[in-house]
């Protein structure tokens, strides 16, 4: 059974960092594609960032620059560091795993998602 289990997220003033962590178990990170998705009220789920294969790395628009997406193979851990956050950054944050390196851009392709942890920026 797979499971994704996200922490660190919490409350941090504008301009702040926040590194988020999703401890995957019954699943290989590595063999697949890891994404970050976040989730505002009233607003659609994005995906945020993404990892394949441990190598290829993306980023939507709005964090380019501020957000980085990391895994540990050895911790089966993903990461998201964040810095200079600010409100709009605001969410929920998904981990979500794909048991194929095609990295969809829609939440229903992807085959597991975490609890998420909330992020809360104040300004």
């Known amino acids: 059974q797979v499971q994704l289990v996200e922490s660190g997220g919490g409350s941090v003033q504008a301009g702040g960092s926040l590194r988020v962590s999703c401890a995957a178990s019954g699943y290989t990170i590595s063999s697949g594609c890891m994404a970050w998705f976040r989730q505002a009220p009233g607003k659609e789920r994005e995906r945020v960032a993404f990892i394949s294969g441990g190598i290829n790395t993306w980023y939507t628009t709005s964090v380019k620059g501020r957000f980085t997406i990391s895994q540990d193979n050895a911790k089966n851990t993903l990461y998201l560091q964040m810095t200079s956050l600010n409100s709009e950054d605001t969410a929920m944050y998904y981990c979500?795993?794909?048991?194929?390196?095609?990295?969809?851009?829609?939440?229903?392709?992807?085959?597991?998602w975490g609890q998420g942890t909330q992020v809360t920026v104040s300004s």
């Open positions: 979500a795993a794909a048991r194929s390196r095609f990295c969809s851009n829609w939440p229903s392709d992807w085959n597991y």
